[in-house]
């Protein structure tokens, strides 16, 4: 990895310079160097390098090594936009420490584009809905009992990473029973069952696939397999029950949505897509593809074999975990790497990349922990279970007349690319600035010192 390499040439360079003012006990001195473990040696060559950078005047993060790193790049004018955010939020005391976090904080950024007022109003309602709904302690709370009879009439679940490395989660739309559904649950428990299987991916699954891919991660893909889905049959409470999760999604977890595939669409799917994304950014549509059966190709260009189920065209059928949507597949399982992600040991290597000036690339290392917390292993929980998009309110003619809602509809993350040009809901479209990050900056400059 980049990452690595250049943590290993300044460690090298500081060795040879041999001006490291890092102790040795008198028994290390004596230990010979061949007997010690190589955990020792990435932990000595990891302080080594944090202090070598300290002395060059880098700001770097106190933490524990691990002999693991996690390539992070990112782009300077983003990194400027999410440090006058946090010092927004900071002036307000609106940044609890389980939040502070750069990729957090720029989610919420880019979903509002880099909009203060409307990122702040965004961020304060977020911190309101988890205190009001206890998401906090969700994960150690609450135990969703009828796990195994709701995945009997709405078969889903997280099977494996992408090439990228980011967990795959399914759904098979066509299988859903909401009749059924709601017999064996209610909707309160549903709504907290959905929010848990978030909590439990920005806890557990996104550290575990960061882990094991070396890279950033926090967004998956999803796929979703209509076969067989029948509009008709979702009724008012359905349609009620998704819309609510809708705007969970939007609200409170955003843009945590990388790529989406809609397989076997009819022509009356597909004619619903078209309409629907019309309405749309173009951001919006490059992350949705519906397709046909003839699937295969194009989630094989994203997915490996081996991560995909038989029904989707790949060699995997989890026999002995009672089928692929219930085998929970994925790094998040391997015991070693949970125990870095328990512990926060991992090594992030920081690369941030200019994007005004492509060839003048500016280089920085930051070591950081992966944020870790107690969770309660409860069944099997996950996210985006409203990923098939909102389209069943589509059923309702009355949800066509409604850009906005279509907008809502098809990606939750990206409420934002349209705005309310009055109270009705109307919708216009907004002149960007060429550079909304910079604009955002000194727009943030002028609240903080309103506040001061």
Request: net charge positive.
């Amino acid at each position: 990895m980049p990452g690595e390499l250049i943590a290993f040439q300044e460690n090298e360079r500081f060795r040879k310079e041999g001006n490291l003012d890092f102790e040795t006990s008198e028994d290390e001195k004596r230990r010979p160097t061949r007997g010690r473990s190589l955990k020792k040696k990435a932990m000595t060559a990891s302080t080594k390098l944090t202090h070598g950078i300290r002395k060059r005047g880098k700001r770097v993060a106190d933490c524990k090594f691990a002999a693991i790193s996690i390539e992070d790049v990112r782009d300077a004018e983003e990194e400027k936009a999410v440090q006058a955010f946090r010092e927004a939020l900071l002036a307000k005391d609106q940044l609890p420490s389980r939040h502070d976090d750069y990729h957090t904080l720029l989610r919420f950024l880019k979903a509002r584009k880099f909009d203060l007022d409307k990122t702040v109003q965004m961020w304060e309602d977020m911190l309101n809905w988890r205190k009001e709904n206890g998401v906090d302690t969700i994960l150690q709370d609450f135990v969703y009992d009828e796990y195994e009879a709701v995945q009997r009439c709405y078969p889903h679940g997280y099977h494996g990473v992408d090439k990228q490395g980011r967990p795959v989660y399914i759904e098979r739309l066509g299988k859903i029973d909401p009749t059924k559904l709601m017999k064996v649950t209610t909707v309160d428990r549903f709504l907290k069952y959905h929010v848990q299987g978030f909590e439990k991916a920005f806890v557990e699954k996104f550290p575990a696939c960061s882990i094991a891919a070396k890279r950033h991660i926090d967004s998956t893909t999803t796929i979703l397999d209509v076969q067989g889905l029948n509009w008709m049959s979702f009724g008012k409470v359905a349609h009620d029950l998704v819309m609510r999760m809708q705007k969970i999604d939007g609200d409170n977890y955003p843009e945590s949505l990388h790529q989406m595939y809609i397989v076997n669409a009819g022509n009356g799917f597909k004619l619903l897509w078209n309409t629907a994304k019309s309405f749309l950014d173009p951001r919006t549509t490059a992350k949705i593809h519906v397709l046909g059966n003839k699937f295969h190709n194009k989630l094989l260009e994203s997915i490996d074999p081996s991560q995909l189920p038989e029904f989707l065209g790949g060699t995997c059928s989890c026999l002995n975990d009672g089928g692929c949507l219930r085998s929970d597949k994925g790094p998040w399982n391997n015991s070693e790497i949970m125990k870095l992600v328990h512990s926060g040991d991992a090594l992030y290597l920081r690369k941030t990349e200019s994007s005004s000036d492509n060839d003048n690339l500016e280089a920085k290392l930051l070591s950081t922990k992966v944020a870790s917390s107690e969770i309660s292993y409860a069944s099997d929980v996950r996210s985006h279970t409203s990923d098939f998009m909102q389209l069943v309110s589509l059923s309702d003619k009355g949800q066509m007349s409604a850009p906005k809602s279509m907008h809502d509809i098809i990606e939750p993350e990206s409420a934002a690319i349209t705005e309310e040009a009055n109270s009705t809901n109307d919708v216009t479209s907004i002149v960007t600035p060429r550079n909304p990050r910079k604009k955002f900056v000194n727009q943030v400059k002028h609240k903080i010192q309103i506040h001061k």
